[in-house]
């Protein structure tokens, strides 16, 4: 049974960059693809990007110019950037796993970020 | 705003049936057979229910099926037990670049 369990500051200043990672566990990070949803307090659910093994990523054109996503085998790690934040970007941030397209089978159980000086 | 809709709210007695719905457009619910359900409990994170449309995974109960017609996807508990009170999000594989699109979620109320 794959588990996953993100890890990051919970509090970050506006304009700074928001750094997340998450840490697979029961399975290798070589095999399927990873990504990252995000949702803000009282809302929906949010697709940020995807990465696999390959290095291929895909990002949500909303948040494109903003976001990096990078894997690390050698750790069963994969991480989020998100640059120059604002109160938008507040909410709770989810690693998953894509096992068939669009669909999410394992999640962490988020990690809640707050940008707030 | 959501890129795909959904109702605010549904409910039913328990024993009833539910069927919430999922409207999205020809690049994604009608153009993909790729909308899976999430059920998210308070505090808890998002659970996979249904995926390519009427799959469900290993351990979902069979009360739980879905459905499409055109660029309208739809999700049906059976039934109800207090427990499926919950909120309920749809997804949509969208193609090309805005891979994942989903629904503003669907707050079930079991009566």
């Known amino acids: 049974q794959v588990q996953l369990q993100e890890s990051g500051p919970g509090l970050v200043k506006p304009s700074e960059t928001l750094s997340l990672t998450c840490t697979v566990s029961?399975?290798?990070?070589?095999?399927?693809?990873w990504t990252w949803i995000r949702q803000p307090p009282g809302k929906g659910l949010e697709w940020i990007a995807y990465?696999?093994?390959?290095?291929?990523?895909n990002y949500n054109p909303s948040l494109k110019s903003r976001v990096t996503i990078s894997l690390d085998t050698s750790k069963n790690q994969f991480s989020l950037k998100l640059s120059s934040g604002t109160a938008a970007d507040t909410a709770m941030y989810y690693c998953a796993r894509i096992f068939k397209i669009g669909a999410l089978d394992s999640w962490g159980q988020g990690t809640l970020v707050t940008v707030s000086s | 705003q959501s890129a795909l809709t959904q109702p605010p709210s549904a409910s039913g007695s328990p024993g009833q049936s539910v069927t919430i719905s999922c409207t999205g457009t020809s690049s994604d619910v009608g153009g993909h057979d790729y909308v899976s359900w999430y059920q998210e409990h308070p505090g808890k994170a998002p659970k996979l229910m249904i995926y390519?449309?009427?799959k469900r995974p290993s351990g979902v109960p069979d009360r739980f099926s879905g459905s499409k017609s055109g660029n309208t996807a739809s999700l049906t508990v059976s039934g109800l037990q207090a427990d499926d009170e919950a909120d309920y999000y749809c997804s949509s594989y969208a193609g090309g670049n805005n891979y994942l699109v989903f629904g503003g979620g669907t707050k079930l109320t079991v009566l």
């Open positions: 029961g399975g290798s990070i070589s095999s399927y693809y």
């Open positions: 390519e449309v009427t």
């Open positions: 990465i696999y093994h390959s290095g291929n990523t």
